[in-house]
């Protein structure tokens, strides 16, 4: 991983991931997120609470496919654009995922 992608780019190598996993065979491609306030390092212990000013808030998402690793950050007020383009994404490429067979229920 070496920097964070734009969002734009983060799908793009998704898609990626996504279509060596279903060439591979059976490896997973894990995504997460998590609210990211735009700090690398930890606070000073002497910094004061009442000095807060309102900072932007940011969420990370992250993925991960056997050994790659990539990364974005998004805009708090842009999230949920992003988030429905990963879902239709996401949705277009699990499409080899099998049904469960439901077990029938026995009747007493």
């Known amino acids: 991983m070496t920097g964070r992608l734009t969002p ?3 799908l793009a190598q998704l898609g ?3 279509d060596d996993s279903k060439l591979g065979g059976g490896s997973t ?3 997460t997120l998590k609210h990211y ?3 690398d390092r930890p606070k000073p212990k002497d910094e004061t609470k009442k000095d807060k000013a309102k900072k932007e808030s940011w ?3 992250r993925a991960r496919f056997k050994d ?3 990364s974005c950050q ?3 007020n842009e999230s949920t654009n992003f ?3 990963l879902k239709d994404m996401m949705l277009s490429k699990m499409d080899s995922l099998k049904k469960q067979q439901k077990k029938a229920k026995e009747t007493p």
Do not use: E, H, P, Y
Request: charged share 20%; net charge positive; glycine share 4%.
């Open 37 to 39: 306030d735009g700090r």
């Open 16 to 18: 990626q991931m996504f």
């Open 8 to 10: 734009n780019a983060f």
């Open 29 to 31: 491609v894990s995504i």
């Open 68 to 70: 790659q690793k990539i």
């Open 83 to 85: 988030q429905k383009t």
């Open 59 to 61: 969420c990370l998402f």
């Open 74 to 76: 998004v805009r708090q």
